[in-house]
């Protein structure tokens, strides 16, 4: 006759060799003292070989941008993810990220914002008589990507704050990302 097994263990519903080995181990938890308890948690558990990565807090970024400037990161995003499985994840934030990381190396150096300024205007600002499609969307971005950003439209506006704007930043991104893989049709 076989051992008794414990049907409800947990949330998640184990072999039955799975929990005979549990209930086993539990058994002789209460009986040995806790120096040998250890010993056989950690046979039970094994430790991982990795250090485990401590991902970075990402922020919803939002822009205001002309629809041409959107779609060319779409194309862009769906012409990577043809290019190998290596970039099956590939998102349009990550086309963002490698717009910013194009304007670091290859932008203006930039001044330091005073701490906890955003160096933008609230609403909307328009930029001449021009009535192109905008559109709103947003990106996922790490602090140092935004806080990036920040600097950057700082550094470019110059005197008058709200001069340059986040929208103006995307065009100066979308310009470097031409400037690499030029025209996506």
Do not use: C, H, W
Request: aromatic share 10%; charged share 35%; proline share 3%.
């Amino acid at each position: 006759m076989k051992d008794k097994v414990l049907t409800n263990f947990g949330k998640k519903k184990e072999s039955s060799g799975q929990s005979l080995k549990l209930q086993s181990v539990f058994q002789k938890m209460q009986v040995e003292p806790v120096e040998k308890q250890i010993e056989v948690i950690e046979e039970v558990i094994p430790k991982p070989d990795k250090k485990s990565k401590v991902k970075e807090k990402s922020f919803n970024f939002s822009f205001v941008s002309e629809a041409e400037n959107i779609n060319y990161i779409r194309r862009l995003e769906f012409e990577k993810r043809r290019q190998g499985s290596e970039f099956s994840y590939f998102t349009s934030s990550d086309v963002v990220k490698e717009g910013i990381s194009l304007l670091r190396k290859k932008g203006p150096k930039l001044k330091n914002r005073p701490a906890g300024m955003i160096p933008t205007r609230r609403g909307r600002v328009s930029n001449g008589t021009e009535l192109k499609e905008k559109v709103t969307t947003s990106f996922s971005l790490i602090e140092n990507e935004v806080d990036y950003i920040y600097d950057y439209i700082y550094t470019k506006s110059g005197d008058v704050l709200g001069s340059f704007t986040k929208e103006a930043f995307m065009n100066d991104m979308i310009k470097a990302l031409k400037n690499k893989y030029g025209e996506l049709e």
